[in-house]
């Protein structure tokens, strides 16, 4: 697609797998706008195609030369709910990011002509902010994010007292954070945490790829008990100067010695040192444990703004733990030994995006 913008001819265009030299313009492109998030850089693309095989759309427009605009998409083929083309599965941001108007409607106007070449059931924009008042949304999502103060001992402050004491409470009871060269203690706890949820694991070799692929802007913090036992872990994305906690698991025995409120805390801790100027605490749906437990932190809900292009179906759909139509399917899969939903998880998981 080709348009005129600023005197300028505007073409859309997809990125190609091996297209370093653009790859390298796309990713120079994200970090430098502000409206971009970890999850619109290019290497997204081979996360989604070597882990889960799905077909992606990485469109980026281009002028003079220069890219004005970037939109990463996936097409989720799901024998569970159906065909979609996303932006972005598995991730909580995503939607167009561009420099002018005329490049963010070239973009979506190229996305709604692949879904429709494609059969897709819907298109979907995990939107930050509100781009179509028309399209139909998704309000069930809110994201948590608050400074990180200078100060070491503000930062502690700063939190909530029931919460704060907590976070004591691990230090008191002689709990220490390390840095993990490779995923199998996170990946451990993982597995067990999202099985006890009644829910289906990503497969260890999806972190695997996201520890090569983001390199020091992927990181897992584990924390573990005196005798050195891992007790709760977090895998952590790094994105200009903000710090996203992103997935997390912890032993059974985590709760009784507030392993989960020392983690995050090291981790806002270490942040800290960094000279980091924000912790996103990430997506939770409203009305959920995690919600009211990044609520107890001290942390304000903005709403989410996920918007669809409906084709073949006629509501949002609502894919996510919440439907009361999962109900059995998750008390089942709690129900189902560990070994058994780990090998099965990664083959109804990719179809979740």
């Not at 400074?147 to 930062?155: G, M, R």
């Not at 954070?177 to 990503?202: E, K, Q």
């Not at 872990?233 to 392993?259: K, Q």
């Not at 179906?313 to 399917?329: C, G, I, M």
């Given at each position: 697609?080709?348009?005129?913008i600023?005197?300028?001819?505007?073409t859309v265009?997809r990125?190609?797998?091996?297209?370093?030299?653009?790859e390298?313009?796309?990713?120079?492109f994200?970090?430098a706008?502000?409206e971009?998030?970890?999850?619109?850089?290019?290497g997204?693309?081979?996360?989604m195609?070597?882990?889960f095989?799905?077909e992606?759309?990485?469109?980026?427009a281009l002028?003079?030369?220069?890219?004005?605009?970037?939109?990463?998409?996936a097409?989720?083929k799901?024998?569970?709910f159906g065909?979609?083309?996303?932006?972005?599965?598995?991730?909580?941001?995503?939607?167009v990011?561009a420099?002018?108007?005329?490049a963010?409607?070239?973009?979506e106007f190229?996305?709604?002509?692949?879904?429709?070449?494609l059969?897709v059931?819907?298109?979907?924009?995990?939107?930050?902010s509100?781009r179509h008042?028309?399209w139909?949304?998704?309000?069930?999502y809110?994201?948590?994010r608050?400074?990180?103060l200078?100060?070491?001992?503000?930062?502690?402050?700063?939190?909530?007292?029931k919460?704060?004491?907590m976070v004591?409470?691990?230090?008191?009871n002689?709990?220490r954070?390390?840095?993990?060269?490779d995923?199998?203690?996170?990946?451990?706890?993982?597995?067990?945490n999202?099985?006890r949820?009644?829910?289906?694991?990503?497969?260890?070799?999806?972190?695997?790829?996201?520890?090569?692929e983001?390199?020091?802007d992927c990181?897992i913090?584990?924390?573990?008990?005196?005798?050195?036992?891992p007790?709760?872990?977090?895998l952590?994305f790094?994105f200009?100067d903000e710090?996203?906690p992103y997935y997390?698991g912890d032993?059974a025995?985590?709760r009784?010695?507030?392993?989960?409120?020392?983690k995050?805390?090291?981790l806002?801790?270490?942040?800290?040192?960094?000279?980091?100027k924000?912790?996103?605490?990430g997506?939770?749906?409203?009305?959920?444990?995690?919600?009211?437990?990044?609520?107890?932190?001290?942390?304000?809900p903005?709403?989410?703004?996920?918007?669809?292009?409906l084709?073949?179906?006629s509501?949002?759909?609502?894919n996510n733990?919440?439907?009361a139509k999962?109900?059995?399917?998750?008390a089942?899969?709690?129900?189902?030994?560990l070994?058994?939903?780990i090998?099965?998880?990664p083959?109804?998981?990719r179809n979740?995006?």
């Amino acid at each position: 697609m080709s348009s005129w913008i600023e005197g300028s001819v505007l073409t859309v265009k997809r990125l190609m797998p091996n297209d370093f030299a653009t790859e390298a313009m796309w990713e120079a492109f994200v970090l430098a706008s502000p409206e971009a998030t970890f999850f619109h850089r290019p290497g997204w693309q081979r996360v989604m195609q070597q882990v889960f095989r799905h077909e992606t759309y990485f469109l980026y427009a281009l002028a003079d030369g220069q890219i004005q605009g970037v939109l990463p998409l996936a097409h989720v083929k799901s024998w569970l709910f159906g065909s979609a083309l996303v932006a972005l599965p598995f991730a909580v941001y995503g939607g167009v990011v561009a420099d002018s108007a005329q490049a963010a409607d070239a973009l979506e106007f190229e996305a709604q002509k692949i879904a429709k070449q494609l059969g897709v059931a819907h298109l979907e924009c995990r939107n930050v902010s509100p781009r179509h008042a028309d399209w139909p949304a998704q309000d069930l999502y809110v994201t948590f994010r608050k400074e990180i103060l200078q100060d070491e001992d503000a930062n502690m402050l700063a939190i909530p007292r029931k919460q704060r004491a907590m976070v004591r409470k691990g230090i008191k009871n002689g709990l220490r954070s390390t840095l993990d060269a490779d995923a199998d203690n996170f990946f451990t706890l993982y597995a067990d945490n999202v099985h006890r949820h009644g829910t289906p694991a990503m497969p260890k070799r999806y972190f695997r790829a996201l520890l090569s692929e983001f390199g020091p802007d992927c990181e897992i913090l584990t924390v573990v008990a005196p005798d050195g036992r891992p007790l709760s872990s977090v895998l952590s994305f790094y994105f200009r100067d903000e710090v996203l906690p992103y997935y997390a698991g912890d032993d059974a025995s985590a709760r009784n010695l507030a392993a989960n409120d020392f983690k995050y805390w090291e981790l806002m801790r270490r942040a800290c040192q960094r000279g980091l100027k924000v912790f996103d605490y990430g997506r939770s749906k409203q009305g959920t444990g995690s919600y009211a437990f990044k609520k107890n932190w001290g942390f304000e809900p903005t709403a989410l703004h996920y918007e669809y292009c409906l084709y073949t179906r006629s509501s949002v759909p609502q894919n996510n733990p919440s439907n009361a139509k999962f109900k059995l399917l998750i008390a089942t899969w709690r129900r189902m030994p560990l070994r058994v939903a780990i090998w099965l998880g990664p083959f109804v998981v990719r179809n979740l995006g």
